[in-house]
Structure formats: structure tokens, C-alpha cells
């Protein structure tokens, strides 16, 4: 059984920063590609960055270029989400993913067939 778990959320003022992770079990990192999505209230849900299996190529959405970053630790089986320069907009409550359709959008949310159970972050001004 698959199981994705996310931590490091909370709350931070903005210029801040954070770092999430995910750690999964009965899923091998490195064997499919990984991303992280988030949803604000009344929003829906969209893709924050992926990473390819072997960690080479990654990719972001234009809001979070330049202050977040995606890396994974495959001994660990963990995944983090580096977030730097946090704004008030990049409160949300925040999702890994795994294992991408062959083909699929890397940043789309039906392109996954696994999902944590979320971590809020809260950025304040």
C-alpha cells in the first residue's frame, strides 16, 4: 500500500521560508516522477513542481521559479520542497504526488495517481 506523508508546513511571515517534506512507503522514489501542488481555499488545486526520477530535470510554475526548489533523497524515500522569499499567496495547504500517467502533464493534477494528505502553510504579512 502506497502512502505518502507531508510535513514541515506551519506558519511564517512573509520573506520566510519553509521546508517540506514527504516520505513515502511502499513506493520507491526514483521510480516515476514526483511533484508537489497546493490549494488555497475556494482554488483549485495546481501543480507547484516536479521532479523527474532520476532528479535531473525539474520544473516549476512561473509563480514559484527563482524561490522554491524540488529535490528528492532517494535513501530516504523523501521528498522536500524548498520554499524561499514566502509570500501571502503561497498560503495553501500543500500535496506531494506520485507516479505520473506515461505522457502526462507534469503540473497537472490528473496526471497522478498518488497523493499525501496535505501540509498547511500559512505566509502573513
Known amino acids: 500500500q502506497v502512502q505518502l506523508v507531508e510535513s514541515g508546513g506551519g506558519s511564517v511571515q512573509a520573506g520566510g521560508s519553509l521546508r517540506l517534506s514527504c516520505a513515502a512507503s511502499?513506493?520507491?522514489?526514483?521510480?516515476?516522477?514526483m511533484a508537489w501542488f497546493r490549494q488555497a481555499p475556494g482554488k483549485e488545486r495546481g501543480g507547484v513542481a516536479a521532479?523527474?526520477?532520476?532528479?535531473?530535470?525539474?520544473d516549476y510554475s512561473d509563480s514559484v521559479k527563482g524561490r522554491f526548489t524540488i529535490s528528492q533523497d532517494n535513501a530516504k524515500n523523501t521528498l522536500y520542497l524548498e520554499m524561499n522569499s514566502l509570500k501571502t499567496e503561497d498560503t495553501a495547504m500543500y500535496y506531494c504526488?506520485?507516479?505520473?500517467?506515461?505522457?502526462?502533464?507534469?503540473?497537472?493534477?490528473?496526471?497522478?495517481?498518488?497523493w499525501g494528505q496535505g501540509t498547511q502553510v500559512t505566509v502573513s504579512s
Open positions: 504526488a506520485a507516479e505520473r500517467r506515461y505522457g502526462a502533464n507534469w503540473l497537472s493534477r490528473s496526471s497522478y495517481r498518488y
Open positions: 511502499g513506493y520507491e522514489l526514483g521510480s516515476d516522477t
Open positions: 521532479i523527474s526520477p532520476g532528479g535531473s530535470i525539474v
